[in-house]
Nanobody, 123 residues
């Protein structure tokens, strides 16, 4: 299983970015995939997750601003980020579980990780 993120970059406060995560070799019928972020000096934290039934879960800090979605035909996960704030600056990671399908934001529940894509929100 491989997951690979793309779409990070530098954006001004209030701006938008869309992250993409391409998954290959991932064939579980039940699953959960998510987005996590890690800022310097901080622990990795869950941002948003989606399960195989299409249920979604968000961290309180991004509710109403971020949207997680998936394109099953393309095996691609997305994170649409709007109204970005400087505190959203972090390395963003895509992750997938090993078929348990629990809708979770805990990093320990996820087995497969991408290398990350940097998001910087600054004027």
């Amino acid at each position: 299983v491989q997951v690979e993120e793309s779409g990070g970059g530098l954006v001004q406060p209030g701006g938008s970015l869309r992250l993409s995560c391409a998954a290959s070799g991932y064939t579980y019928s039940r699953y959960c995939m998510g987005w996590f972020r890690q800022a310097p000096g901080k622990e990795r934290a869950g941002v948003a997750a989606i399960d195989s039934d299409g249920n979604r879960r968000y961290a309180d800090s991004v509710k109403g601003r971020f949207t997680i979605s998936q394109d099953l035909a393309k095996n691609t996960l997305y994170l649409q980020m709007n109204s970005l704030k400087p505190e959203d600056t972090a390395m963003y990671y895509c992750a997938a579980d090993a078929g348990a399908g629990w809708l979770s934001l805990h990093p320990a529940e996820f087995a497969y990780w991408g290398q990350g894509t940097q998001v910087t929100v600054s004027s």
